[in-house]
């Protein structure tokens, strides 16, 4: 980290202005160098006016921020010059900067640095592009959340709980000739073994949450053709979305679209309609949604209420029986024909209204509760996981105590979990991890 990187902060485009930061140790005397005064004579955390200067040229009249380290975004010097918008502007200050000695800042280097420094940790670090990345207002609550610390902070309540684990198998270890002691440590050890597992479940059954307001809920229609999927999607979007016709096989690629139900995002997905057909355009559309039904996070399956229930309506009732499902019956404005009954299925009419369908989807997800959650969740696979060998290995320090295996054998467990934990944290990392992780952040963060 010897070098000073330079990226372009803002979206690349047109624009009122851009945001050009530069960190390093030499980010003040690079800046300098194309720079009409002299940026040591300004004061920390200041903005300032003058000129971007090239071989005696004004190239732009700029805004240009100091901040000196340690108090930096990346506990480094940073230098942010604001430019007039645009692609020209921008693109010639950027290389004036690596011609005078910046390098190009990878994508999420800044943030990298931030968390390489120590100034944040890297579910912190996650976060913020999180943050970046929040769809919906209930995402970027949950995000800011993490870029706060909560989330940090919770994960280290429960890794104090293991040390604490520790400290009193310790003492057990140490005084074994006191039977009391003995008796004592080893209540004070399940009570906090109970206490880690409960809390290390609590926070998996949020993570649960926790995915689906970063992701949304993947929702696939399925049916056979002609039973109404394509109307549904259209008044689930309010829109005309998806071509309806009464010819079947009108659907062949996929049509998707999503709305926001409770702060949460439910992308639909529109699908061929599934029968034996000898075209091949439609038979490439089945086959997609076939394959559809085992990414989904939700199967819409829709039968017709005017047609008797056919060999393929149970084949698609068998195909997605492991699924989380809602049977919808469409059609029903028109008179009963299907001649098969659910024990729990939404009825509507795709012309009429599909409130009782998003109904039943918020009561599935139990979307509100989510909404009015304290959104301090893991949401990433990462972290996700990681939490997830945790759980494991607390379980077995359950069982371990269930059945009286001596205590000082439990310190390992103990250990691997507070090792998890740290890793989720980033208290240990591995490099490689850390390069894969940032790459994925946008350039300039
Ligand atoms: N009466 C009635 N007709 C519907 C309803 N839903 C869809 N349709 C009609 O059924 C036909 C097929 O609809 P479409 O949405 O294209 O079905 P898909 O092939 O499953 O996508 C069209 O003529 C629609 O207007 C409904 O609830 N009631
Ligand atoms: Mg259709």
Do not use: W
Not at 80 to 105: D, P, Y
Not at 394 to 406: A, F, G, H, R, V
């Amino acid at each position: 980290m010897d070098n000073t990187i330079v990226a372009i902060s803002t979206a690349l485009g047109v624009g009122a202005i851009s945001i050009i930061r530069v960190s390093g140790k030499d980010a003040l005397d690079i800046v300098n160098k194309i720079f009409d005064k002299d940026l040591h004579e300004f004061k920390a955390n200041t903005i300032n006016y003058g000129h971007i200067i090239n071989e005696g040229k004004v190239i732009d009249e700029v805004l240009v921020s100091v901040f000196l380290a340690p108090k930096t975004y990346t506990k480094e010097d940073i230098v942010e010059i604001n430019s007039h918008g645009g692609i020209a502007v921008t693109n010639k200050i950027v290389e004036l900067l690596l011609e005078n000695g910046c390098t190009q800042a990878e994508p999420g280097e800044f943030t990298k640095r931030a968390f390489l420094n120590g100034r944040i940790d890297l579910l912190e670090a996650e976060s913020v592009m999180d943050l970046i990345e929040a769809k919906t207002d209930t995402a970027r609550r949950m995000a800011i959340n993490g870029v706060d610390g909560k989330l940090s902070k919770k994960i280290n309540a429960i890794r104090d709980l293991g040390l604490d684990l520790i400290s009193n198998i310790e003492v057990n270890i140490d005084y074994p000739e006191y039977e009391d002691i003995e008796v004592m440590t080893i209540d004070k050890v399940r009570d906090f073994s109970e206490k880690l597992n409960t809390s290390i479940d609590e926070l998996l059954k949020d993570s649960e949450s926790g995915k689906l307001i970063k992701e949304g809920i993947d929702t696939v229609i399925i049916g056979r053709p002609n039973v109404g999927k394509s109307s549904i999607l259209n008044k689930l979007l309010n829109e005309d979305k998806a071509i309806v016709t009464d010819i079947p096989g009108t659907t062949r690629d996929v049509v998707e679209g999503s709305i926001r139900l409770n702060g949460i995002l439910i992308n639909f997905l529109d699908t061929a309609g599934i029968r034996e057909t000898d075209n091949k355009v439609e038979k490439i559309g089945v086959d997609k949604s076939l394959s559809l039904i085992d990414q989904a996070d939700l199967v819409l399956l829709v039968f017709n209420n005017n047609e008797k229930f056919t060999k393929e309506d149970e084949e698609l009732l068998e195909k997605t029986k492991n699924k989380k499902r809602i049977i919808v019956i469409n059609k029903m404005d028109l008179d009963t024909k299907i001649d098969k009954e659910f024990e729990d299925s939404v009825k509507i009419s795709a012309n009429e209204d599909v409130d009782p369908l998003l109904k039943k989807i918020n009561d599935l997800f139990e979307l509100d509760k989510i909404n009015n959650g304290d959104m301090t969740y893991l949401s990433n696979i990462r972290t996700i996981n990681l939490l997830k060998q945790a759980k494991k290995i607390s379980k077995e320090l359950i069982t371990s105590l269930d059945n009286d295996l001596p205590i000082d054998m439990l310190e390992i467990d103990i250990r691997n979990i507070l090792d998890l934990l740290g890793e989720i944290t980033g208290q240990k990392y591995d490099n490689e991890l850390i390069d894969r992780l940032f790459k994925n952040f946008c350039l300039g963060k």
